[in-house]
């Protein structure tokens, strides 16, 4: 029975993803900040463990208690969204300790066990930001675009040992929560300055009134499938939106 780390499983992708690779089968270590009960379906085949992406001591910690692991899913991340020259610099190197040196940190801690073994997936969560240029996103996008060029260097390093690097690129969800969590750390004022006002308000109006967006299952289950891709594809977008964008791009 295969094992997947999964973290950020507190909401949204992260805990969906993590109930759809317990529903497969799979043995889940599903990791938490501050972990929470009830969160996820208790099980012998599920455990939640702290684990802080940005704390070094922690990932080791994290790690030695899940054991040996066959799959892991960077799914923990910062959203922020903002006009960038409202955008404090301190939530600047937040949003980047979080989304780009915690997947890093994360990956060449597991990588050891990977290559040693012969075998392995690192899925890297990104976001469909990637595929087109979308205002008040400077930071956030930034952040994943960086992972982005991460992992495609990083699947030619691991191939000769047989691991393997994948990225999922999820649309906009409504139910995650995303616009509130992405004030945080800046109030809204600060973060879309009185000059940009309308500008901002034009943008927000547009997102808001597409057509189509992306479910939380449509990214757990595009995680599972480049967990078990065969055929060397790199990047899976995910979700209606996000598949949209990239048949455009």
Known sequence: ??????????????????????????????????PRTGVLPESDRLRVVELDVTEPGSISAALEAAGPVDVLVNNAGVPSIGVFEGTPMARVREVFETNTFGVMAMTQAVLPRFRERGSGVVVNVTSSVVLGHMPL?????????????????????????????????????????????????????ELVPAPYAAFAKKVMEEFTGQDVYTRESDVAETVWRAAHDTTGQLRFPAGADAVRLAQAK
């Open 1 to 34: 029975m295969k094992t997947v780390l999964i973290t950020g499983t507190s909401s949204g992708y992260g805990r969906e993803t993590a109930r759809y690779f317990h529903a497969q089968g799979w043995n889940v270590i599903a990791t938490m900040r501050t």
């Open 137 to 189: 996103s400077a930071v956030y996008k930034a952040s994943k675009m960086a992972v982005e060029g991460f992992t495609a260097s990083l699947a030619l390093e691991l191939a000769p040992f047989g691991v393997q690097a994948k990225t999922v690129e999820p649309g906009a969800c409504l139910t995650t929560n995303f616009g509130h969590r992405a004030t945080q750390g800046g109030s809204p004022d």
